[in-house]
Structures are given as C-alpha cells and as structure tokens.
T-cell receptor, first 112, second 115 residues
Framework: SQQGEEDPQALSIQEGENATMNCSYK?????LQWYRQNSGRGLVHLIL?????REKHSGRLRVTLDTSKKSSSLLITASRAADTASYFC????????????FGTGTQLKVEL | ETGVTQSPTHLIKTRGQQVTLRCSSQ?????VSWYQQALGQGPQFIFQ???????GRGNFPPRFSGLQFPNYSSELNVNALELDDSALYLC??????????????FGAGSRLTVL
C-alpha cells in the first residue's frame, strides 16, 4: 500500500508560475525524498529532507517538512516547460530499514 | 561514472511464462532495489539486495525472486506470469551509509506486457 498520498493528483500551470505539491503520510519517518519521473522512464532524485529538518532548498526547489502534521510540500519556482513530469514523494519509515516507500505522485504540466 | 542500466527495455510475454529482467548497478553502489510501477501509480517496493542477500521484501508473492551478483549486478525473475504483472519494472542502486540516507539511482526501466 502507498504510505504517501500526494495532492493534487494533477496540476497544470503556465510557464513562469510556481508549482506546489503536497505529500501526507501516516507513520513516523527518518527522512523524506522527492523524485521526478519523465513520461514512464526512470525516476531522478531531487532532494532529501531529514525528519529533524524543516526546510531545504536546491536551485528552484524548496521542500518543507512538518512532522507534527505528517506532511511535506515541494515548491518549484519560476516553472519551465521542461519541468513537466510526475513528482513523487518517497519515505524512509522509522524501523523500515532502508526501503523507500513511494507516494501516489503528482502529474505536473507546465504550458508555454 | 556509469549509471544504472536495465535490459530488456520492452518485452511481451504470455500468461504462465517466466521472465528474467537484468540490471547493472551504478559503480560504487552496494545495494540494489527493484520496484514495480503500474500505469498511473507510484513505484511499489518488491525487494532489496545488499551483499548478495535479500535485505527486505515488499508485499509480493514468492514467484517474484531475485539475485545480486558479486559485481553488484542483479536479476529479477518472475514465474507463472499473470496479466496483472504487466508494469514498468524499475531497478535502483544505492550506497547504504551509516547516515541511513538511502538515495536511489534508477534505471530507465523494463516495460513488461503480459498477454
């Protein structure tokens, strides 16, 4: 079963706008990661945030984590058409070993 | 530095047949994980191998089995194929460290269609 639930399932924006997607989960985590997938191909790691961190930045990406609400958000600023992809949150659950548990994904479409 | 490569990229099988998918890990990585991704879904964890031993398994039946070789390449075998096994199979390698931050490097996947 999917541990992470992402919202929205699909998002369509114009180039230059910001895109925000959210991930909620149910159990305690060690860390949370975000991955990107282009059109049925392999996933690419974007950013990792540990359970004791609240915010991280990487280029145009900003990730927040609220462990009290069991939720994370990924913000992509100044979006580009090339950002069109599916985005997944992935959890390392406490006591779950090194297994990554993926969410349901958000399909982002950035239009020119 | 090479990434993760998978073969074949596409294949078609019929129900009841067996399939072997192959994966070559990224240089320097010691762990390989396999995921099944159905259309429109997130990847589902099948199992993970570390030092040639299974090191965690998801909710998949025993007809899903795997191997990791001394050079860290890996195979996923699926016996008695069912229609629901049609999916993208993703291999991912990683370097397990003391920090526990298991960041995966994925291959492009093998798309299996079962007819």
């Amino acid at each position: 079963s999917q541990q992470g639930e992402e919202d929205p399932q699909a998002l369509s924006i114009q180039e230059g706008e910001n895109a925000t997607m959210n991930c909620s989960y149910k159990t305690s985590i060690n860390n949370l990661q975000w991955y990107r997938q282009n059109s049925g191909r392999g996933l690419v790691h974007l950013i990792l945030i540990r359970s004791n961190e609240r915010e991280k930045h990487s280029g145009r990406l900003r990730v927040t984590l609220d462990t009290s609400k069991k939720s994370s958000s990924l913000l992509i600023t100044a979006s580009r058409a090339a950002d069109t992809a599916s985005y997944f949150c992935a959890l390392i659950l406490t006591g779950g070993g090194n297994k990554l548990t993926f969410g349901t994904g958000t399909q982002l479409k950035v239009e020119l | 530095e090479t990434g993760v490569t998978q073969s074949p990229t596409h294949l078609i099988k019929t129900r009841g047949q067996q399939v072997t998918l192959r994966c070559s890990s990224q240089s320097g990585h010691n762990t390989v994980s396999w995921y099944q991704q159905a259309l429109g879904q997130g990847p589902q964890f099948i199992f993970q191998y570390y030092r040639e031993e299974e090191n965690g398994r998801g909710n998949f039946p025993p007809r899903f089995s795997g191997l990791q070789f001394p050079n860290y390449s890996s195979e996923l075998n699926v016996n008695a194929l069912e229609l629901d096994d049609s999916a993208l199979y993703l291999c991912a390698s990683s370097l397990i460290s003391s920090s526990g931050a298991n960041v995966l490097t994925f291959g492009a996947g093998s798309r299996l269609t079962v007819l």
